[in-house]
Antibody, heavy 122, light 110 residues
Framework: EVQLVESGGGLVQPGGSLRLSCEAS????????MSWVRQAPGKGLAWVSI???????YYADSVKGRFTISRDIFKNTLFLQMDSLRAEDTALYYC????????????????WGQGTLVTVSS | QSALTQPASVSGSPGQSITISCTGS?????????VSWYQQHPGKAPKLMIY???KRPSGDSNRFSGSKSGNTASLTISGLQAEDEADYYC??????????FGGGTKLTVL
């Protein structure tokens, strides 16, 4: 059974750092495209970052230069290192697996975790 | 990376059909057949309902269907049921390895 479990969220001051983790089971993270998606309280979904199966990372303009996506092959875990955090980064952060059954990795997200809450406030 | 435009809310009675629109641009929805739709109940993670504009994940309800015309994608739910009440989000590939979501639509079943 495919499962994604996020952790690492919490309260951090503006300018601070946090590292989120997403532990996967039932599939191999490094063989899939994986993304982080966030949802500010009471707001909609927003794509944050993607890592290709080959390891190439890409970011939304709003987090470029501040966030870093990575993977640990042995732990089968996805990470999001968040630096220089701002109030507007406050959100529930989901990790999601890209569906790979249609020939394109941008078809959609077929599995999501339950999210980890990040609050940036002084 | 501007968000796709969705109506804030739609409503319908049980058994009726409703359609939710998702308007983007020639840089995203209009250029790629990689539009997906998600259902999100309060306090829950999103669930994939439609991918590649029109395709349904195996085993999912055929009451949900997707389409696209130009820069606008649409999600239609037929035979509306009480459990369909939720927030719905569209998402499109936007080129250069980026994705963009819509602002979300709250569906109320009257």
């Amino acid at each position: 059974e495919v499962q994604l479990v996020e952790s690492g969220g919490g309260l951090v001051q503006p300018g601070g750092s946090l590292r989120l983790s997403c532990e996967a089971s039932g599939f191999t993270v490094s063989s899939n495209y994986m993304s982080w998606v966030r949802q500010a309280p009471g707001k909609g979904l927003a794509w944050v970052s993607i890592v290709y199966a080959g390891g190439n990372p890409y970011y939304a303009d709003s987090v470029k230069g501040r966030f870093t996506i990575s993977r640990d092959i042995f732990k089968n875990t996805l990470f999001l290192q968040m630096d220089s955090l701002r109030a507007e980064d406050t959100a529930l952060y989901y990790c999601a697996r890209h569906y790979s059954g249609s020939g394109s990795y941008f078809s959609g997200f077929d599995y999501w975790g339950q999210g980890t809450l990040v609050t940036v406030s002084s | 990376q501007s968000a796709l435009t969705q109506p804030a809310s739609v409503s319908g009675s049980p058994g009726q059909s409703i359609t939710i629109s998702c308007t983007g641009s020639s840089s995203d929805v209009g250029s790629y057949n990689y539009v997906s739709w998600y259902q999100q109940h309060p306090g829950k993670a999103p669930k994939l309902m439609i991918y590649d504009v029109t395709k349904r994940p195996s085993g999912d309800s055929n009451r949900f269907s997707g389409s696209k015309s130009g820069n606008t994608a649409s999600l239609t739910i037929s035979g509306l049921q009480a459990e369909d009440e939720a927030d719905y989000y569209c998402c499109s590939y936007a080129g250069s390895s980026s994705l963009v979501f819509g602002g979300g639509t709250k569906l109320t079943v009257l």
